[in-house]
């Protein structure tokens, strides 16, 4: 997730451009059921405006989609 991030952003850390979208604002934390257990407090990374979300889960999802089938 941070190379998703950082390539949503354009920029790394502390790097001065102009072209830059967002800003990152830090970690949430998700808990997350799989098929091979759950994960508590996955580290999901922030951005001030909102405009990040991961490729790996949608916004609010607490359950792998396989888990459900």
Same mark, same amino acid.
């Given at each position: 997730m941070k190379a998703? =991030?950082?390539g949503y952003l354009k920029a790394s850390y502390y790097e001065r451009i102009g072209v830059r =979208?967002? *800003? @990152?604002?830090? *970690?949430r934390y998700r808990d997350l059921?799989?098929?091979f257990g759950y994960i508590r407090?996955? @580290?999901v990374p922030r951005t001030k405006r909102c405009g990040y979300q991961p490729g790996v889960?949608?916004?609010y999802q @607490?359950?792998?989609?396989? =888990?459900?089938?």
């Open positions: 998703e =991030v950082m =979208v967002d *800003y @990152r604002n830090g *970690y059921c799989t098929k407090r996955l @580290r889960f949608k916004r @607490r359950r792998w989609m396989q =888990v459900n089938q």
